[in-house]
């Protein structure tokens, strides 16, 4: 049961563990100081002629990044209707939380600290740093406690915290009168409320929240810092008798103070949750793998894996039944995983990967062999550049430079074979034609670009005309990537001409002809230096293939799938689906309005394990998925995340969780 008397739960932890676990609207009050992410500018000590350097430096935490968009969702959650969110910040911050917040709340505001004995400007080349500035949001009918029309300007004014109420053991750089903290409590809080600080320090708000009997949950990760705020919060506990109360002439304890308790339970306990201190709630981060995907792929979720996986329940077993190239699954450590695609090409390289088939390495360096030999072949006929030249100069017409082009390649033919190697001309081979019409075509092109714009330079004359012959390369191999009787005979050769078309392919594209035949072009300049043999080398480390030895691998439709792997409770499913667009062919496999109907009726009346989803917003969608029990978090067009609770339609992409 839970106890009226438990003022406090004060916890040594990692806060994006603890906050997760903070049930929804049970949050009165966030009054917090996060980093301002200031090291980044700062110039360290400041030498002072004939005296010791003066102390300029900020603390080690503060050097490291600190993302306003990773906790705007997390506060809005646990805030209850009629909370109110406080937030120290600095001006390179500022911004960012306004972007977060200024449009999930009705009001949002900003107050200015004024320190009236702030370090002096020892140069005298520039302002005081006397103002910190404290970003604030409410809803309408918040808790709102007006003091005066003269006390409630948006400005506090006072002293730096100073001796002795500022501790010198652990000296923290950014500890806060307990004054100001007491001040804006009183305002934006009543008695008995929770008042809540992720970032504790050295308890300064606790201390505050506890004068004016409120209830405070405090979280801290450095252990200097929090032992100095539990002493001080204790302090302040006995000093009021709430800490301890007397009874039958014996004092009662109505918190355990010394016994060891995991945090997660003590935050339970707090909130009377005492029957849910399961095992699944030990404090254990979900951590990055390190580990890069297995190749590009549109849409591929890289750059949001350091949202993802913050945000991702404890689990055991890890699924994805849309795995594309493997962002999320190579990014993240699980005891075990399961993957699928409904790409059956998709999955014979993840199955030669796994397997270090000998075959699809051996094709697949030959064509990174191929690459470098074209290089060679350019450089050893430079005369191609003097020829473009004499064009421009208008010393030859169109119709003589494809002659000389024409008679270049038939002199050059075996040169221009040697390219790709005995192995693949001996296959349907188209690469002679291709150098010459590439050719004909980027000399054409390079003129009319030099007299609609300006003259190209020697090197940019070189960089178009090794494009030229690494395009008419790249359209061989595509040619053979097309032969139906290679993907049918061959499939190490026809996964490994897959691989290939998926790292040269313009922008990663993947486009397919009436006839069916993959259509997409030459990435171009751009791609030139790019090689396969550090992908390759990646395929065989032990780290990768140590992660493939955990993970078993489905070729099935995502319905077939998830019935055969059975997820259960101790699971997490990640989910990546094609979007619902007039686009959303999926490897040459429609992915229908029926499909994602398929989709959300199972996550939503079936599944029994957490599941994350990420996928673009349309009215279709968002119908799918606004059902109870389901989670829609927002970000914008940029993939800049702002992991938002409440829903936003107008937005580009969705977050859509079952927790």
């Known amino acids: 049961m839970k106890d009226p008397n438990w003022r406090k739960c004060i916890l040594k932890a990692d806060s994006r563990d603890i906050i997760k ?16 992410n200031l090291g980044q500018h700062s110039t360290g000590n400041i030498p002072l002629p004939g005296r010791t350097a003066m102390n300029n430096d900020v603390a080690e935490w503060d050097m490291i990044d600190f993302n306003p968009e990773e906790w705007a969702d997390e506060f809005i959650r646990i805030l209850k209707p009629t909370g109110n969110l406080f937030i120290f910040t600095s001006y390179n911050q500022i911004g960012r939380w306004y972007n977060c917040l200024d449009h999930k709340f009705d009001t949002s505001n900003f107050m200015i600290w004024h320190k009236t004995n702030p370090a002096p400007k020892i140069f005298k080349a520039g302002f005081l740093n006397s103002c910190e500035m404290i970003f604030t949001c409410w809803n309408k009918k918040h808790t709102w406690n007006f003091i005066s029309q003269a006390e409630m300007h948006n400005f506090i004014e006072s002293s730096i915290c100073m001796k002795p109420e500022r501790l010198s053991n652990p000296k923290h750089p950014a500890q806060k009168p307990v004054a100001i ?28 929240a506890l004068d004016l009997n409120r209830r405070f949950i405090g979280v801290e990760i450095d252990d200097s810092y929090f032992d100095a705020a539990k002493r001080r919060i204790d302090i302040e506990l006995s000093q009021n008798n709430l800490f301890f109360q007397q009874k039958e002439e014996s004092f009662i304890v109505s918190e355990p103070l010394d016994t060891p308790i995991n945090p997660l339970q003590e935050l339970n306990m707090f909130f009377g949750k005492e029957e849910e201190n399961e095992k699944c709630f030990e404090v254990s981060r979900n951590v ?11 849409g591929g979720k890289e750059k949001e894996l350091k949202y993802i996986i913050p945000n991702v329940p404890q689990y055991k077993r890890f699924i994805e039944p849309f795995v ?15 993957i699928n695609d409904f790409s059956s090409e998709l999955i014979e390289l993840y199955r030669c990967i796994e397997s270090s088939n000998i075959d699809f390495f051996r094709y697949t360096q030959q064509m990174d062999t191929s690459w470098n030999k074209a290089v060679d072949f350019f450089k050893s006929n430079h005369d191609l550049i003097d020829t473009y030249k004499g064009y421009r100069n208008v010393l030859i017409g169109k119709t003589e430079l494809k002659e000389f082009i024409h008679s270049f390649c038939t002199n050059n033919k075996q ?14 081979c188209v690469l002679l034609k291709e150098v010459e019409t590439n050719l004909f075509r980027k000399m054409v092109r ?3 670009l030099e007299i609609e714009k300006h003259i190209l330079s ?25 032969d139906k009787e290679i993907s049918n005979k061959n499939p190490k050769l026809h996964c490994a001409l897959f691989f290939f ?16 035949e993959f259509n997409v072009p030459y990435g171009g300049i751009a791609y030139n230096r790019k090689l396969l043999a550090k992908k390759l080398n990646y395929y065989k480390s032990k780290e990768l293939l140590d992660h493939f030895n955990k993970t078993q691998i489905y070729n099935l439709d995502f319905e077939q799938f998830l019935r055969k792997v059975k997820p259960n409770k101790n699971d997490f499913i990640f989910l990546d689906p094609p979007y619902d667009s007039e686009f959303s062919t999926y490897a040459q496999n429609a992915f229908t309005r029926d499909d994602q109907k398929r989709l959300a009726d199972y996550l939503i009346e079936e599944c029994k394990a957490k599941w994350m989803m990420i996928i673009k917003n349309t009215d279709f969608i968002y119908s799918l998925y606004n059902k109870k029990g389901v989670n829609i978090r927002t970000f914008d067009k940029e993939y800049v995340v702002s992991f938002m609770n409440r829903n936003d339609k107008k937005v580009t992409h969705l977050l859509i969780t079952n927790y």
Request: zero cysteines.
């Open 501 to 516: 078309m998926r790292n040269y392919a313009y922008s990663g594209m993947f486009r397919y002809s009436s006839k069916g």
């Open 324 to 338: 594309g190239g493997g962002a999320v699954f190579m990014g993240i450590e699980s005891e075990k995983y399961l």
């Open 181 to 208: 903290l007491r001040k804006m409590i009183k305002i934006a809080s009543n008695e008995n409320d929770i008042v809540f600080d992720p970032f504790m320090g050295v308890g300064s708000t606790g201390v505050a």
């Open 21 to 36: 676990r903070i049930p929804d609207n049970s949050v009165d009050f966030i009054l917090t100081d996060p980093p301002y």
């Open 288 to 298: 990055s793998s390190g580990l890069s995907p297995i190749i590009k792929w549109p």
């Open 458 to 482: 020697d090197g940019d004359l070189e960089d178009n005309i090794e494009t030229a012959i690494k395009s008419a390369v790249y359209m061989n191999y595509r040619h053979l990537y097309n």
């Open 415 to 428: 040169s221009i074979l040697d390219i790709i190697g005995n192995e693949f001309s001996s296959f349907s």
């Open 446 to 448: 390079m003129h009319e």
